[in-house]
């Protein structure tokens, strides 16, 4: 992708992100602590197929306003397949920050910029370790369900899609979880 391509798409991103002030029903109260305003969720997700994959996505986010809120998440993963007549085991980690912008209650725009590393075995048995960035933008749905919790869909779109990705086949990242504070 072009640089000018991802340039447009970060512009796209942080305006729609940081669009003016806006009082919402679901703005913070004015006794709010900023403790109150952390949130904390992520994902767990495991598949034993072909190959076993287990893997953990935290994030922890804090809400600036009654619509933006930012955050950090970390990935760690592990799978062990057969690869070239051998047992390959693997670990892969990586990290991001990302930005939230809710449109409405339930609707809310999504950018995350990071990167991630994963382990390789090439058919003579040799490991190496790739990195690669990304760059996600989508959006999501969310609804309550407590006071503090809430279950959310998520379609996000790899914008970047580096060669070395090996999540570059084109398709969008989908997602379904639970968030504590969101």
Excluded at 73 to 85: A, P, T
Aim: glycine residues 14%; contains cysteine.
């Amino acid at each position: 992708m072009s640089r000018t391509r991802v340039a447009a798409c970060l512009l796209f991103a942080v305006t729609t992100s940081l669009g003016g002030p806006v009082r919402h029903a679901w703005a913070q109260p004015s006794g709010e602590t900023a403790a109150d305003r952390v949130y904390w969720g992520g994902g767990i997700s495991a598949a034993f197929w072909d190959y076993t994959r287990i893997r953990v996505e935290p994030l922890v986010g804090y809400r600036i306003t009654g619509s933006l809120s930012a955050g950090l998440k970390l990935m760690g993963e592990y799978l062990r397949y057969e690869q070239f007549g051998r047992t390959v085991s693997s670990i892969n980690y990586g990290g991001s920050a990302f930005a939230r912008y809710r449109f409405i209650e339930q609707l809310y725009g999504h950018a995350e910029y990071g990167g991630a590393t994963y382990e390789t075995v090439n058919a003579q048995g040799i490991e190496s370790r790739i990195g690669y960035p990304f760059l996600l933008l989508g959006g999501g749905f969310v609804q309550r369900t407590g006071r503090r919790t809430s279950l959310f869909f998520e379609i996000l779109y790899d914008v970047l899609q580096d060669e070395d990705s090996p999540n570059s086949n084109g398709g969008p990242f989908v997602s379904i979880g639970v968030a504590v504070g969101f």
